[in-house]
Every structure is written in C-alpha cells, then in structure tokens.
C-alpha cells in the first residue's frame, strides 16, 4: 500500500531530466500521459489485492456496525412508548395540585404565625405602656422613665414623637406612639412641677430654697435625686434645669457679678435619717455703695461658693448634670462678667497693662475652679470666654482707645462750624495778611503758604498726630489699631463734612472755601505723615502703615469744590449779563439804565466772590481762580458788544462809558493782583498780568475802539496792536461795519484789514 502514499514526481516519469524551468515539448507530454495510465493501472491492481487479502476483516466490521445500527431503533421505539405510556395518565397534574395546596398551607401558617407574633409584641408594649403609667402614679419615675427610654427605640419615635403613620405600617403603631407620647409629656409635666416645689426662689429675702424630699399629687417621700434622675434617663434634663438655671442667672448670678450681693449658704439636717432635707442659699446685700468698683477676688470667690452650692445640692456632684446646668448658664454669665467687670478693668493707658495681669490671673484660677467642678469643659474653647478675654487685654485695650479716637474725631466733625466772624473778614481784608496770628491759619507742608482752614480740620490732624506718636511707643498689636484708627479718623472727614455742609456747597459761601482748604491742608500733611512717623513704628506694623492712598482723594475733593465754586459764580455772572440783552440800544435810556444795571450786579458778584475768597484761600489758588472768572466774564462782554450789527453814534459812547464803569467797579479787585505782579516783575507789570487776563486788555482796547476814527482803527490793526490783545480779523471787520456807513474808506479799509495776516 506503500504505492498510494508515496509522491509522485512528474519530471521522473520523463526519459531524460531537464532544467526545472524549461518548457515540456509534446513528446513529452504524450510520453507523460502513457506512463501515468499505467501507474494508475497498477494503484488500481495493488488496491484489489489490499482489499480481497482483508476481506474477513472488513465483513466483521460491518456488520458490527448493522448490529449497533439496529439495537438504536428499538431502544427509540421503546423511549417512544414510555412517553407514550406516560402522557397517557394525568399524574403530574396531581402531584402540581397537591404541591400548590402544600405551599398554600404553608404560607397560611406562617402568616398566622407572623399575626400572633405581631399581637404579642403590641400587647407586650401596650403592657409595658401601662405599667409605665402605673409607675408614674405611684412615684416610680426611674422606673417610668427606662421604660419609655426602652419604648420609644421600640415604636421608633423620633424626636418629641409623631403619631403619624408610615406608608406600609400598620395603623396601631401610630395609636402606640400616641400613646407613648401622652406618657411622655405627663412624666415631663410631673417632673416640672416638682423640680418647680423642690427649687424655690423668694425674692422678696433674697433666697433660694432646694428641698430633697416632697409630695406632690398623693406621692410621698419623692427625693430630689430620683427626680433629677429620671429627667436624665427620660432625656429632660435640660428642659427641666432650664427655667431654674434661668432663675438663678437673674436672682443670684446677676446681683452677685455686680457686687450687690453676696451670698451664703445654709442647710437643715433631718436628725432621724442624718440627711439634709433642705439646703437655702440666701443672698445678703453688700455693703458697698451702688456703682462703686467691682472687686474681681471677692466676685470670683462668691460665683465659685454659688456653684459649689448647686453642685453639692442640686446635681449631687454628678459631672453630667453640672455640665448641663453649665451649659444653661455660662454663656450669659460670662457675659455679665466680661460686660461688668473685665471690660471695665481694660486699662486706658498702655503703662498700666502690666497691672492687668493680675486680674489675668484671678480670671484663669477662676475657671480652673469652674472646671473642676465639672461647670465648664476644659476640652471646649468656647468655655474659656474670660481667660481669652484676659489674654487678649492688649487687643481689648487698642479697640477701646480706637473707638475713643473714632468717637471723639467724630464728634468734633459733627460739631464743626465753618463760619468766621465778621470782624476776622474784616481784619484779614487788610494789607497786613502776613501779620496774621489767627489759630486757624495754617503754612502747607509742600507749598509753604498760608491758608486758613476750619477748626475742625486743624483739631483733627493734630488727634491724627498724637494718635500716630502713640504708634511709635505702644506694642506692635496695640500699635496696628492706633494705626488704623488715626486711617479711619481721616476718612470720617470725608465721610461726613461733604453731607454735613450739602446745603452750603450749593451756593457761594465761606464753609465751601474753608472745606476747600480743609482738603488741601488734609493731603499735604497725610503725604508728611510716612516720612514723620514710619520709621519709628514697629516693624509689624511698618510693613502695613500706608497713607499715601488717602491725600489724592482730599486733593480731588478740594478740586471738586473749587470747580463747583467757579461754576456757581460764572453761572451767575452769566444770568447777569444775559440781563443786558445783548448790549443793544445802550442809546434809548431805558436800554442803557438796564445795561447799567448789569454792570453794577457783575460788579456785586465779583466784589463779593472777592470779600469770601481773598482773605481764605491760598494767594496761588484766589488768583487763579479769580483769573478764570474775570476772562469768562471779560470774553463774555467783549463777544456780546462785538456781535451788535449796528451801533450809533451816541450807543458807541454809552458801551465806552459801560466798560469805564466796570473797570472803575473792579478797581480795588484788580490794582491789588497787579501790585502782586509788580513786585515780582515791576517792570512788565501790566505786561504780564495783560497776559495772564487776555480779556482784559482786549476788553479795554475795545472801548477805546468805541471813539476811535476808522483810519486809526486800520492802523492799530496794520500795526499789530490789535491782534496783540486777541482780535481777530473778522472780530475788527464787523466792528467797523457797525460803526461806520458803506463808503469808499470803508472799503478800502476793510481790503487792507482783510490782507494783513498775523495768524
């Protein structure tokens, strides 16, 4: 058989062996074809051999495979009839329905088990809540107290307990808790009212009475421990201590901090049982006089014999029920302590801080007593309210100065006044101004002139002065309050002067110049402030300490009210010449009385503006300011009159005689600002202030055009002169053709205007 599975190369079975790659030829080909027919041939004749030299082996084995083929069908035919046999009876439907009522039965006795079980747990309890009131009746209040302690986790009552039901609960459960809360409330209610006989106040001895054994509602020989007791196991601890700790805050503690009484402890033994029956703390007035000095020692000492009294006699030295009644109390106790005695004590003087440190100590022994009485916890820093209080004196000592410094800075800009008497206005209005000795006139730091300001101002500065000294000698922490209450005290002026003088801002008046100084004289010494003091101030507070912020503001509210000043003067000089009507007609009589009359009130204004600033405000500032109302009111007249489009003879005259009349008002205004200019520059004098008040001169030269020929007209303009004082072309064109009729000169003269350019 070797001969079927051995490979057959193709190359062999050719005559002659070739290259692999060369083509077959067809020779080949048919010689490749015969020899492959009898290789078959002989596969075919080895096979026949193979297969008759094995043929008992292969007739065993197939019919070992009909056998098998054959025992397959009938075990098929027999399953086939066992299903048959089996679907045939309905047994499996018995045996289903006797399973359902088996688990049915089951399920039923269960539930009837779970039934019974649930009505012995709501007997059981509905027995335990009467045995509840039973015990409450007859006095058992411990007792009544554990067991609605071990009813409410029982029925899962929640807080003062809902007798609503739960989705999904049974409704009994809600009669139960309803239950359970009306014993609830009748235990608290009973154990009220005998904390209320046990603990008596009378006022009107100043007592307090604790008994430890009372009757009440046919219920003998109730003791104060059993009481207190069953408030604790109930959970009522606080609700009953709260209105007797109340009480003794008021009645006791009170008069005790203040040191109007003090207090003393008595008590009665019964001598068959050796117990104390009842315990009086009585509350003796004190000898001192009402308002005298709280002494710390003898209050400290008298709390503490307080609270020994009720730890001994009414919490029975239980360190739970102390903690409660501490808690009730010591809050506002320590409150009163602070109010009445430690904040009092706080010294006024850093020199006197070291003495401090002894009621520092009585502080600190004194809530060690507390703790040791289990009053206070000594794990809880909210319970050490005093000793931080004592520890922080410096801090308690800068707040207080600060508010000081606050509240008298404050109250002296409250009660700031920012008039001048006359008779100041009228002495200052003298030559002599260097010879003032006024208290209110101040030199500016960085300008080195002089101005008066208000006294409040001047005071102000001088509390922020001694405020900062104080920086420099006090302890860094003190120091940085000094430090922000000299701040604030400059931002009280800004704060309140502004709406203190409302009404005085909007008109023209001394109070808007002196706040005016105030500003520039509050930001020139806040900007001295650093280089004076910061060097000298601790280190802490040398990193912090900054003024520097704070004088652009003043500067800017000085400008604010100066440029409302200005605004409200040209604003009224502005309604006065609009009375003039345009300066028209000046030759009817009634036109000119009217022009008249608007000269003297532009007159009024300035002398007035003149009378308030000139003695007040800083030279540099008066002159300035006064400089931009004299241009808006000399440009103002020179455009009105320069505007009439036709002017008579006899009108020309009346304008001249107009603007002669305005400078003979303003006189005395203006020779004193030219003798200024005179002494610094004598020589150009009237150059210089032609300069600096440009209206001025063009204002004067216009009413010597007034009366002036044409020709010379055209010559001052050739000439440069007018343009010098600010005309322009056009401005001297219509003025001429106001004045002179159409003729060959005018003509002429307007060509030779028209082409003379300076500009």
């Known amino acids: 058989m070797d001969v079927l599975f051995n490979t057959i190369n193709v190359r062999d079975l050719l005559s002659s062996p070739e290259s692999p790659s060369s083509p077959l030829s067809a020779p080949d080909l048919r010689l490749l074809i015969s020899r492959l027919d009898a290789h078959s041939l002989r596969i075919k004749s080895t096979v026949q051999s193979y297969l008759l030299s094995h043929h008992s082996d292969f007739s065993a084995l197939f019919s070992q495979c009909s056998d098998i083929v054959s025992k397959s ?3 098929s035919g027999d399953v086939a ?13 018995d045996v289903g329905r006797i399973v359902k009522e088996i688990a049915g039965k089951r399920r039923e006795a269960r539930e009837k088990r779970e039934i019974l079980d649930f009505l012995r747990v709501i007997l059981e309890l509905d027995r335990k809540l009467v045995v509840v009131r039973e015990d409450v009746k007859s006095g058992r209040v411990v007792d009544a107290a554990e067991g609605l302690r071990e009813l409410k986790e029982a029925l899962g009552v929640k807080g003062g307990g809902d007798a609503e039901t739960a989705e999904g609960e049974p409704v009994v459960y809600a009669i139960l808790r309803k239950q359970w809360t009306d014993c609830f409330e009748e235990i608290q209610e009973l154990l009220l009212r005998v904390m209320e006989n046990a603990v008596r106040f009378e006022q009107d001895s100043n007592a307090v ?22 408030m604790d196991v109930a959970g009522v601890l606080d609700y009953g201590l709260a209105k007797i700790a109340d009480l003794i805050t008021k009645y006791v503690f009170t008069p005790v901090v203040s040191c109007r009484a003090n207090p003393i402890v008595e008590e009665e033994i019964n001598p068959d049982v050796g117990h104390v029956t009842e315990a009086v703390l009585k509350m003796v007035p004190s000898v001192e006089p ?6 710390g020692q003898i209050m400290y000492s008298n709390i503490v014999q307080i609270i020994e009294f009720i730890s001994k006699f009414l919490c029975f030295n239980n360190a739970s029920w102390m903690c409660c009644f501490g808690r009730l109390t010591w809050a506002r106790m320590s409150d009163m302590i602070i109010s009445n005695f430690l904040a009092k004590v706080v010294p006024d003087d850093a020199s006197k801080l070291a003495e401090f440190q002894q009621i520092r100590k009585l502080t600190i022994d004194f809530e060690t007593a507390l703790k040791e009485l289990k009053f206070i916890s000594p794990s809880n820093n909210k319970d050490h309210k005093l000793s931080n209080f004592a520890d922080n004196v410096e801090v308690h000592f800068a707040s207080r100065k600060k508010v000081q410094i606050l ?3 404050r109250n002296m800009l409250l009660q700031s006044n920012f008039s001048l008497p006359q008779e100041y206005i009228t002495r200052t209005l003298g030559v002599n101004k260097e010879e003032l000795a006024d208290s209110n006139c101040v030199v500016l730091l960085f300008s080195s002139e002089k101005c008066v300001v208000s006294g409040s101002a001047k005071q102000l500065m001088e509390l922020v002065h001694q405020t900062l000294m104080d920086v420099c000698l006090l302890p860094p922490k003190v120091g940085l309050e000094f430090y922000h209450a000299a701040r604030n005290a400059l931002v009280l002026y800004e704060a309140i002067i502004p709406v203190k003088l409302q009404r005085q801002l909007d008109s023209i008046n001394q109070a808007a110049v002196l706040m005016h100084n105030d500003c520039l004289y509050l930001s020139q010494e806040i900007l001295g402030l650093a280089f004076q003091y910061r060097p000298y101030f601790p280190s802490s507070v040398k990193e912090l300490a900054v003024f520097i912020d704070l004088a652009p503001k003043f500067q800017v509210m000085a400008e604010e009210v100066l440029q409302r000043q200005i605004q409200l003067v040209t604003s009224n000089l502005k309604q006065a010449i609009d009375g003039a009507n345009g300066f028209q007609n000046t030759h009817q009589m009634k036109q000119f009385e009217s022009a008249k009359f608007c000269i003297d009130q532009i007159a009024f204004i300035i002398e007035k503006v003149h009378i308030i600033w000139e003695p007040l405000l800083l030279p540099s500032v008066y002159e300035k300011s006064m400089t931009v109302i004299l241009e808006a009111v000399f440009s103002r007249l020179a455009k009105e009159i320069l505007l009439i489009d036709d002017m008579a003879a006899e009108e020309t005259l009346q304008l001249q005689r107009l603007i002669h009349l305005l400078f003979e008002h303003l006189s005395s205004l203006l020779e004193p600002m030219l003798a200024v200019d005179e002494r610094e520059k004598s020589q150009e004098a009237q150059k210089d202030m032609d300069h600096l008040i440009l209206s001025i001169r063009k204002l004067r030269k216009l009413a010597e055009l007034l009366d002036m020929p044409l020709k010379s007209i055209t010559d001052a303009w050739e000439s440069g002169e007018l343009a010098d004082c600010n005309f322009a072309a056009s401005e001297v064109e219509d003025f001429i053709r106001a004045i002179f009729t159409d003729s060959p000169l005018r003509r002429e003269c307007l060509f030779r205007i028209d082409n003379t350019n300076f500009r």
């Open 407 to 409: 509240a008298r800075a």
């Open 73 to 75: 069908e009938n075990i």
């Open 209 to 230: 009475h604790v008994k430890h054994q009372m009757a009440i509602d046919g219920i003998d020989d109730l003791e104060l421990f059993t009481v207190m007791n069953a």
């Open 81 to 93: 009839a066992l299903l048959s046999l089996v679907c045939d009876q309905p047994v499996e439907a």
């Open 290 to 295: 009402e308002g005298s000095k709280v002494d």
